[in-house]
């Protein structure tokens, strides 16, 4: 009997020495020393038209390379583990000695109880236009406010991967801080906590903004199988899922209906006559004081990178209200 291939994969590799490079750096040598692997596609933008949610995603956890397929990704990133031994990175070269590997089935749908997820980086919420939103709405309203983003996330992911959600989506947030870390100079704006839902979700896969440089990767609270990351605190005695009620204070939904609109992006105009204004006043960085602990590890100019599946043209669709 044929066996039937995961919905997700996520592959842990175990390197001789601490991996210290970017997401990108990691794609870079995928794409240059296997350049005939099937994964290629997924990471030099090939696929960004036909998959707007990145089916192969490459993290930096705790200097530890994470490479997670989804659906189309998953046998991808099996073949190229079968050819990986070693990574040049020009200035230094990596061993891998060995990796783990988590399979996942039954993932991208609702149940009926409520299931903690944590985010282990920054969850870019807003985009330059809820930003905007955001600054008006009350403190009360605020977490409702990112429930439905949140849950706008879901919904996007669920159609992506084809799966048919009727049901309600149920949504929790509870994040650190309700004033948002500003990433970048573009209007973003990212938070630290947890969420519950009814929705089954594998661990280290991004949501909202900024998925492709590393942000908004989440880590299931709910399945004692997950692939821990070393040094981490979490504790498999903590995993439970809750019995989902309706009346709980915070908790809202989001129904299909709530899908955002993903449009093709407009060309821009070429203005004749006019000469472009440089803007000095945003060339300056931003430092994330709040965020040092979560955010080391993610290197916010990977403009490059960041285009492949995540414009900021597509994020302002996925995050409109």
Not at 189 to 213: M, Q, V
Request: hydrophobic share 30%; aromatic share 10%.
């Amino acid at each position: 009997m044929e066996s039937i291939a995961p919905e997700s994969i996520i592959v842990r590799l175990i390197a001789d020495k601490p991996v210290r490079k970017t997401p990108y750096q990691v794609k870079g040598v995928f794409m240059k020393q296997f350049p005939n692997e099937s994964i290629v596609p997924y990471l030099d933008g090939s696929f960004r038209t036909k998959y707007l949610y990145p089916r192969v995603q490459v993290k930096i956890l705790n200097e530890q390379i994470y490479i997670i397929g989804l659906k189309e990704g998953v046998s991808p990133v099996l073949s190229l583990i079968e050819s990986i031994e070693t990574f040049n990175f020009g200035n230094i070269t990596i061993r891998i000695e060995k990796y783990d590997i988590e399979e996942n089935n039954n993932q991208f749908i609702t149940t009926e109880k409520l299931l903690r997820y944590k985010f282990i980086t920054p969850w870019v919420a807003l985009n330059k236009n809820t930003s905007g939103k955001y600054r008006f709405v009350t403190d009360q309203e605020k977490p409702l406010f990112l429930n439905k983003l949140l849950g706008q996330n879901l919904l996007f992911l669920s159609k992506e991967l084809g799966s048919d959600i009727k049901s309600k989506i149920y949504i929790k947030i509870g994040v650190d801080n309700l004033i948002p870390e500003k990433i970048d100079e573009n209007g973003w704006g990212a938070f630290i906590g947890e969420f519950k839902t009814n929705y089954l979700l594998p661990s280290y896969i991004g949501l909202g903004n900024g998925i492709t440089r590393g942000y908004g990767t989440l880590f299931s609270l709910n399945n004692p199988k997950s692939l821990i990351i070393d040094g981490s605190k979490e504790n498999v005695d903590e995993y439970s899922e809750e019995d989902l009620k309706e009346e709980e204070e915070g908790l809202s939904f989001v129904t299909i209906s709530d899908i955002p609109i993903i449009n093709k992006r407009k060309k821009p105009k070429n203005r004749k006559g006019k000469k472009k204004k440089r803007n000095t006043h945003n060339n300056r960085q931003h430092k994330h004081k709040n965020f040092k602990e979560k955010n080391h590890q993610l290197n916010n100019n990977d403009v490059d990178d960041e285009s492949r599946f995540n414009s900021a043209e597509y994020h302002q669709k996925q995050h409109d209200l």
